[in-house]
């Protein structure tokens, strides 16, 4: 087990790193085991059944995967090395929209003026791609790969870790995680506006370790996932606390918006794709590994799994949920 492996483990997350320990096996395509409560109806069952349909190797430590309907590619970011620590070896890949590398190293630490070290949670707003990175946020054009902004948030964060559009600029998640990757708090939300000031929205201890964060337009709300807390939590800019709504298994990490509604995320806990639903989490399906900070294809109704610990990106075709839902 490498230094990565451990720190993610002393954070909490001992049951993932042994799933990470055990390879996902190799068909290219599959469909995956689902998993549903007993009193889950057939009809949702079947409606719930991912398709693996691909996947990207050779990346080093995928931790983000954005897709950006623009240019019709998939954003990933590695962490190439601990997710904590200021090397500036990270970079970002460019994915096409049908899976295939087309530049490993988009953005790579260390040239043109770049500066990655440990990039994590993704966002894009107009030809902006948005990258939180440890202690500071980068900006980048998303066309060219240049670097626009860069704004140090040292002595404030502790952690970023995943980005979020929202309606009046991108919002940040600091997990409160110290140098050996353990909870030590306090979590907060930052917000970058247009001005490229961030402002400190949030601070709680509640949370146990913000991990992703998605907007609900339809809500006007985001959803905040943990960690180290098996609470999935609901919140509305000014508002001054988060507010639980569901349970899941742990070790939580992405959040998305499937096109018909639900939330899907992953769980490092029990290496799985879940969908959030009457107050649960739900497993829809298993066996995949250190899941980190899935990305939304809404056009194909695919979903980007960066598998941190295998080095590589999975592909999952999600179906609509059946129409009596």
């Known amino acids: 087990m490498d230094r990565l492996a451990r720190a993610w483990a002393e954070a909490g997350m001992a049951t993932a790193v042994v799933a990470v320990l055990a390879s996902c096996g190799g068909e290219k395509k599959e469909t995956a085991q689902a998993a549903r409560p007993d009193s889950a109806a057939p009809s949702e069952t079947a409606a719930a059944k991912p398709t693996r349909v691909g ?13 950006d309907p623009d240019l019709d ?8 090395g601990e997710p904590s620590k200021k090397d500036n070896n990270g970079f970002i890949s460019r994915i096409t929209s049908s899976g ?28 902006t791609l948005w990258v939180a ?31 979020a559009a929202g309606p009046d600029g991108v919002y940040f998640t600091d997990s409160g995680l110290g140098g050996d990757l353990k909870y030590v708090g306090p979590d907060q939300i930052i917000r970058i506006g247009p001005g490229r000031k961030p402002s400190f929205v949030l601070k709680s201890d509640s949370i146990g370790g913000a991990n992703g964060i998605t907007w609900v337009p339809s809500q006007n709300k985001f959803l905040i996932n943990s960690f180290g807390n098996k609470s999935i939590f609901s919140w509305a800019p000014g508002d001054k606390a988060a507010t639980p709504i569901a349970t899941g ?25 879940l969908v959030v639903e ?5 497993p829809i399906a298993t066996g995949i590994p250190s899941p ?34």
């Not at 996947?55 to 897709?67: C, F, N, T």
């Not at 639900?262 to 029990?270: E, G, K, N, P, V």
């Not at 009457?278 to 739900?282: D, E, H, I, P, Q």
Request: net charge neutral.
């Open 278 to 282: 009457n107050g649960k989490a739900v």
């Open 133 to 163: 990175d440890i202690d500071a946020v980068r900006a980048f054009n998303k066309r060219t790969g240049a670097p626009v902004a860069s704004i140090s948030l040292a002595g404030k964060v502790k952690f970023l870790n995943d980005a």
């Open 249 to 273: 298994p742990g070790g939580a990490d992405g959040m998305e918006v499937l096109p018909d509604g639900r939330i899907l995320m992953t769980s490092w806990a029990d290496s799985s794709l």
């Open 100 to 127: 295939k590398m087309d530049s490993l190293k988009f953005i790579e630490a260390g040239r043109k003026g770049v500066t990655l070290n440990g990039p994590k949670g993704l966002a894009i707003v107009g030809d």
């Open 55 to 67: 996947e990207v190797g050779d990346l080093k430590h995928p931790e983000s995967a954005r897709y």
């Open 73 to 80: 590619v998939w954003f990933v970011s590695n962490v190439n």
């Open 292 to 325: 980190a900070d899935i990305g939304l294809d809404p056009k194909r109704n695919r979903v980007a799994v960066p598998m941190m610990m295998e080095d590589k990106l999975e592909f999952w075709e999600i179906p609509s949920s059946s129409p009596n839902r």
